[in-house]
């Protein structure tokens, strides 16, 4: 089984700030990766697709990048909506288990 | 618009039986693979079951495998997921979900979600 490793779990940014979050595969998975953000109490809501492209509708400051094990999610000027947890997906449906990201 | 809705969430006793439904609308049904997604209380997500649009390929997590049976009706554009032999570990809120699929390439996401049933296995 395919396993996700994200880093950090927590991480604390400001209004403006950039920020980068990490999914690590134990196995190759080319470019099979999505990322999603959920706000409490709600459905998640996919971002990226195929490792960087993004889902219609997603504001530009997000951006994925990656191949194999390695994939980040990249939000620049961080808005007060994006205070969320995100979370990676691959291929077989094992997500990562979650970063949430705080104000700081 | 897509929608997805679930229903048939509740309490029920360790042991005991549910079934979901999911009623989709605003996309070709029979034409994508549905999954079940689930979240427990304060955890991340954990995909549960699988099926393809011709009904006959199904995928279940390994936590599930033997207790729950994923299924749908295309002619009801549904989705079902019958939960048998439920323990307390099953509880969380469940997502009916669409795989993702962009000018004819399924990219292996879920680009559509429900709004979330709870099932709450509790004495």
């Known amino acids: 089984d395919i396993q996700l490793t994200q880093s950090p779990s927590f991480l604390s940014a400001s209004v403006g700030d950039r920020v980068t979050i990490t999914c690590r595969a134990s196995q190759g998975i080319g470019t099979y990766l999505a990322w999603y953000q959920q706000r409490p109490g709600r459905a998640p809501k996919p971002l990226i697709y195929a490792a960087s492209t993004l889902q219609s509708g997603v504001p530009s400051r997000f951006s994925g990048s990656g191949s194999g094990t390695q994939f980040t999610l990249t939000i620049t000027n961080l808005q007060p909506e994006d205070f969320a947890t995100y979370y990676c997906q691959e291929l077989t449906y094992t997500f990562g288990q979650g970063t949430k990201l705080e104000m700081k | 618009e897509v929608q997805l809705v679930e229903s048939g969430g509740g309490l029920v006793q360790p042991g005991g039986s549910l079934s979901l439904s999911c009623v989709a609308s605003g996309f070709p049904f029979s034409s994508l693979s549905m999954s079940w997604v689930r979240q427990a209380p304060g955890k991340g997500l954990e995909w549960v079951a699988n099926?393809?649009?011709?009904?006959?390929?199904?995928y279940y997590a390994d936590s599930v495998k033997g207790r729950f049976t994923i299924s749908r009706d295309n002619a009801k554009n549904s989705v079902f997921l019958q939960m048998n032999r439920l323990r307390a570990e099953d509880t969380a809120v469940y997502f009916c979900v669409t795989d993702g699929v962009v000018r004819g390439v399924d990219y292996h996401y879920f680009d559509h979600w429900g709004q979330g049933v709870p099932v709450t296995v509790s004495p």
């Open positions: 099926i393809m649009q011709g009904r006959t390929e199904k």
